[in-house]
């Protein structure tokens, strides 16, 4: 790896985006993995039952909601030297780790007994969570100490972004492949081998990065995770709800898990059972994934001329369009009926596209709001109950969907011989997912969310007077006319700007 030295570090680089790319592709090979085919290997192949793993399921993902900050306290209070420095170091073991515990959480014991399933889901479970969180929260936070430009820290964001989406797509299209036989069933084997090549593909790319990464900025001086606070839960949740802008932004989020991504088990099943054509289950979410990928270069021309808000207005329209196209459509189980799932899941990335790529900065301008309402930012409280009820929603929707599709006939024993009245089941339950998705997304959007483009504008305005007049202020007090002087100019400039800048 290379050495964390201080002097003489090259220029930022393209070499430093596509190293930064390349860890977020080795986090995803093994992400993807796991949230593409971790429900039918333990129901179908597993034979977990339907009850039991949306029960154990619930389990171990209240657990992730409380592993990210409880391994990023443990980070900041690791004050030892290491060789090649603490990020680094950490997100190698996080990198090794994944690859074993992946594994381990895909061993293929199909007749092991059911107490005995049920302890090897909880356990490799929470130790692929804690190893995918011991590399992956280091290596969010690892663009603090890249570099300390706020451009660059944003290509590095942008770039981490295209990592990611590579990481991703490449499983979702070779699995299907790999792992279903040719009556669509699962081979629980085959996945153990998908599990090892991911797993040493994934570390390979990790290895690349960190072997790649300058580091410029001194370690200690970063910290990955708040500093602990007395903290008044019920005070907190009451200030969240105050803020319109907030709470809007995180009722689109859960819309978006609750419905969409907590679709995945019954769309495997649809495609298993319905389209009786699995293999191409991940050509086809390709395609339904390209209009984003067309879409991106075009957001920032978009949010300059209409603004945030308006652009995902727009784009969970076309969403809840899209997703009733799948009500309304012949989608009949056969191939004609793939081209018409294939054309309403267009329409709904297409519309998805906008809101995916700008939903962070919604909640950036809610932050503002927070303190243009209330007088005071709240970031970490904000942040905190928003990425709360977004992993709430990533938990309770797969177990939710896993419990309806029990109670409308799914079988997991039975696994791609599933009854055509199940199957065709499952075909309106992807369909109500999809189209729930949207039309929350877009009633939230429309509706609660409450920051415009002209809004937004006033808002940057008078923040931007605000704290000028707080800089002048300070300085007054300090007895330093220069000082006031020069803050003067700077809130002048800041007023300037914000009145200039209607897109932010």
Same mark, same amino acid.
């Given at each position: 790896?290379?050495?964390?030295?201080?002097?003489?570090?090259?220029?930022?680089?393209?070499?430093?985006?596509?190293?930064?790319? =390349?860890?977020?592709?080795?986090?995803?090979?093994?992400?993807?993995?796991?949230?593409?085919?971790?429900?039918?290997?333990?129901?179908?192949? #597993?034979?977990?039952?339907?009850?039991?793993?949306?029960?154990?399921?619930?389990?171990?993902?209240? &657990?992730?909601?409380?592993?990210?900050?409880?391994?990023?306290?443990?980070?900041?209070?690791?004050?030892?030297?290491?060789?090649?420095?603490?990020?680094?170091?950490?997100?190698?073991?996080?990198?090794?780790?994944?690859?074993?515990?992946?594994?381990?959480?895909?061993?293929?014991?199909?007749?092991?007994? +059911?107490?005995?399933?049920?302890?090897?889901?909880?356990?490799?479970?929470?130790? &692929?969570?804690?190893?995918?969180?011991? /590399?992956?929260?280091?290596?969010?936070? #690892?663009?603090?100490?890249?570099?300390?430009?706020?451009?660059?820290? =944003?290509?590095?964001?942008? &770039?981490?972004?295209?990592?990611?989406?590579?990481?991703?797509?490449?499983?979702?299209?070779?699995?299907?492949?790999?792992?279903?036989?040719?009556?669509?069933?699962?081979?629980?084997?085959?996945?153990?081998?998908?599990?090892?090549?991911?797993?040493?593909? $994934?570390?390979? %790319? @990790?290895?690349?990065?960190?072997?790649? +990464?300058?580091?410029?900025?001194?370690?200690?001086?970063?910290?990955?995770?708040?500093?602990?606070?007395? %903290?008044?839960? %019920?005070?907190?949740?009451?200030?969240?709800?105050?803020?319109?802008?907030?709470?809007?932004?995180?009722? =689109?989020?859960?819309?978006? @898990?609750?419905? #969409?991504?907590?679709?995945? +088990?019954?769309?495997?099943?649809?495609?298993?059972?319905?389209?009786? *054509?699995?293999?191409?289950?991940?050509?086809?979410?390709?395609?339904?994934?390209?209009?984003?990928?067309?879409?991106?270069?075009?957001?920032?021309?978009?949010?300059?001329?209409?603004?945030?808000?308006?652009?995902?207005?727009?784009? /969970?329209?076309?969403? /809840?369009?899209? $997703?009733?196209?799948? %009500?309304?459509?012949?989608?009949?189980?056969?191939?004609?009926?793939?081209?018409?799932?294939?054309?309403?899941?267009? @329409?709904?990335?297409?519309?998805?596209?906008?809101? +995916?790529?700008?939903?962070? =900065?919604?909640?950036?301008?809610?932050?503002?709001?927070?303190?243009?309402?209330? $007088?005071?930012?709240?970031?970490?409280?904000?942040?905190?109950?928003?990425?709360?009820?977004?992993?709430?929603?990533?938990?309770?929707?797969?177990?939710?969907?896993?419990?309806?599709?029990?109670?409308?006939?799914?079988?997991?024993?039975?696994?791609? *011989?599933?009854?055509?009245?199940?199957?065709?089941?499952?075909? &309106?339950?992807?369909?109500?997912?999809?189209?729930?998705?949207?039309?929350?997304?877009?009633?939230?959007?429309?509706?609660?969310?409450?920051?415009?483009?002209?809004?937004?504008?006033? #808002?940057?305005?008078?923040?931007?007077?605000?704290?000028?007049?707080?800089?002048?202020?300070?300085?007054?007090?300090?007895?330093?006319?220069?000082?006031?002087?020069?803050?003067?100019?700077?809130?002048?400039?800041?007023?300037?700007?914000?009145?200039?800048?209607?897109?932010?």
């Amino acid at each position: 790896m290379e050495e964390t030295v201080q002097t003489k570090t090259r220029p930022f680089g393209m070499r430093d985006k596509l190293s930064y790319a =390349a860890g977020d592709l080795g986090c995803n090979m093994s992400f993807a993995l796991k949230s593409s085919i971790m429900a039918l290997f333990w129901m179908q192949f #597993m034979l977990l039952g339907e009850t039991l793993y949306a029960t154990l399921l619930l389990v171990v993902q209240i &657990w992730d909601a409380i592993n990210d900050p409880l391994l990023g306290s443990m980070f900041d209070a690791d004050k030892r030297q290491y060789k090649h420095g603490k990020f680094k170091s950490y997100i190698f073991v996080g990198a090794v780790g994944l690859l074993f515990s992946g594994l381990f959480f895909f061993l293929p014991l199909p007749n092991a007994d +059911t107490w005995l399933k049920g302890i090897l889901f909880v356990l490799g479970y929470v130790l &692929w969570d804690a190893f995918y969180t011991i /590399a992956n929260v280091p290596y969010g936070s #690892m663009m603090s100490v890249i570099t300390e430009n706020g451009s660059e820290r =944003a290509q590095l964001s942008t &770039w981490r972004s295209i990592g990611s989406m590579v990481g991703n797509i490449l499983p979702m299209v070779l699995l299907p492949m790999i792992v279903y036989d040719e009556a669509d069933n699962l081979i629980g084997k085959n996945v153990f081998i998908a599990a090892l090549v991911m797993g040493v593909i $994934g570390l390979i %790319f @990790f290895i690349l990065m960190l072997k790649t +990464t300058t580091i410029r900025v001194d370690e200690s001086m970063v910290k990955i995770s708040e500093p602990k606070q007395k %903290f008044n839960v %019920f005070k907190a949740m009451g200030n969240f709800m105050k803020n319109r802008a907030a709470v809007g932004a995180t009722v =689109a989020a859960m819309a978006m @898990f609750i419905g #969409m991504n907590s679709s995945t +088990t019954a769309t495997a099943v649809l495609f298993q059972s319905y389209f009786h *054509n699995a293999k191409i289950s991940g050509i086809i979410m390709l395609i339904s994934y390209l209009p984003m990928f067309l879409f991106m270069p075009f957001i920032k021309k978009i949010v300059d001329k209409w603004g945030k808000k308006e652009g995902c207005v727009v784009g /969970a329209g076309v969403s /809840a369009f899209g $997703g009733l196209l799948l %009500f309304i459509l012949p989608i009949t189980p056969n191939m004609t009926g793939i081209v018409f799932y294939v054309i309403a899941q267009l @329409f709904f990335g297409l519309g998805l596209g906008f809101y +995916t790529c700008v939903s962070w =900065a919604l909640m950036a301008d809610a932050i503002d709001y927070n303190e243009w309402k209330h $007088g005071a930012k709240e970031e970490g409280t904000v942040y905190s109950l928003h990425s709360f009820f977004r992993k709430l929603a990533q938990g309770v929707g797969p177990s939710l969907v896993v419990l309806i599709m029990a109670a409308l006939g799914y079988n997991s024993e039975l696994g791609a *011989n599933q009854t055509l009245e199940v199957a065709t089941n499952m075909r &309106w339950l992807v369909a109500g997912l999809y189209a729930f998705s949207g039309i929350a997304m877009f009633l939230s959007i429309t509706f609660i969310y409450n920051l415009d483009k002209k809004k937004v504008a006033q #808002m940057s305005a008078e923040l931007a007077r605000r704290r000028g007049t707080k800089v002048v202020e300070e300085a007054e007090e300090a007895e330093a006319p220069e000082t006031v002087e020069e803050a003067a100019e700077e809130a002048a400039e800041a007023v300037e700007e914000a009145e200039k800048s209607d897109n932010e």
